[in-house]
């Protein structure tokens, strides 16, 4: 997957590294060239100097095949509205943005654009959103077979009935994140945009899971 960068600061240029070194293709924004000094040697990915919100610096970026779009810059609108030219310009489903006033968390969130304040910063909870099937458990019983994880899943079952997904997926949610808040699923629950979805699940049957829910929900289920 290609994953574009906006901010090559500490955390921006964390996250290249992390993410080239798991296989992935990156491309970097940052305005100041000499942000690029933060970058290892021997990284493979594209250096693009401009503005994160300027169509031309992302197309130069590679946003038109971007399977991911983060915004770590120094900025809160800047991050907010490059994530939104990503997302509504150029399509892109999986975006990110990091925001310094918590406060602004909720509008945002309600633009669909999943943040992260800096006082919960981590490269790891980036990656969760980012690769969410790629992340590594937030929780895990002592036999180890059995796992809580947050799950990706395809824009069409925004709007779908929570226990629809279940029985697809034949899994359980154990909570939504939405909005900040954290919510237990019930019968009549309907998956909005913006939420943040985790299962408990046996690990070996987490392949098949993130397969069902990264692909449209089927006729008739």
């Known amino acids: 997957m290609h994953i574009v960068i906006m901010g090559c600061g500490r955390v921006g240029s964390t996250l290249a590294h992390i993410l080239e070194d798991s296989g992935h293709s990156v491309a970097i924004i940052d305005r100041d060239p000499q942000a690029f000094r933060r970058l290892r040697a021997g990284f493979r990915g594209r250096r693009v100097t401009g503005i994160g919100f300027d169509r031309d610096v992302l197309e130069e970026a590679g946003i038109e ?3 991911a779009y983060v915004a770590v810059s120094s900025g809160d609108n800047s991050n907010i509205i490059s994530a939104r030219v990503a997302r509504e310009t150029f399509g892109v489903d999986n975006v990110v943005a990091r925001i310094y006033d918590s406060r602004r968390a909720e509008v945002y969130q309600r633009l669909g654009i999943p943040t992260v304040a800096t006082v ?6 980036i990656l969760r959103r980012v690769l969410p099937e790629g992340a590594e458990p937030l929780w895990r019983d002592p036999s180890g077979r059995v796992v809580l994880i947050e799950v990706a899943y395809h824009p069409g079952w925004i709007g779908a009935p929570v226990r629809r997904l279940e029985e697809a997926a034949g899994t359980r949610l154990a909570f939504i994140n939405r909005i900040g808040e954290t919510l237990l ?11 943040v979805l985790h299962v408990m699940a046996v690990e070996a049957d987490m392949d098949r899971i993130n397969k069902v829910l990264s692909a449209a929900p089927e006729e008739g289920h």
């Open 65 to 67: 095949a971007a399977g």
């Open 120 to 125: 919960r910063w981590t490269a790891d909870q």
């Open 185 to 195: 699923p019930k019968n009549d629950s309907v998956v909005q945009e913006g939420d």
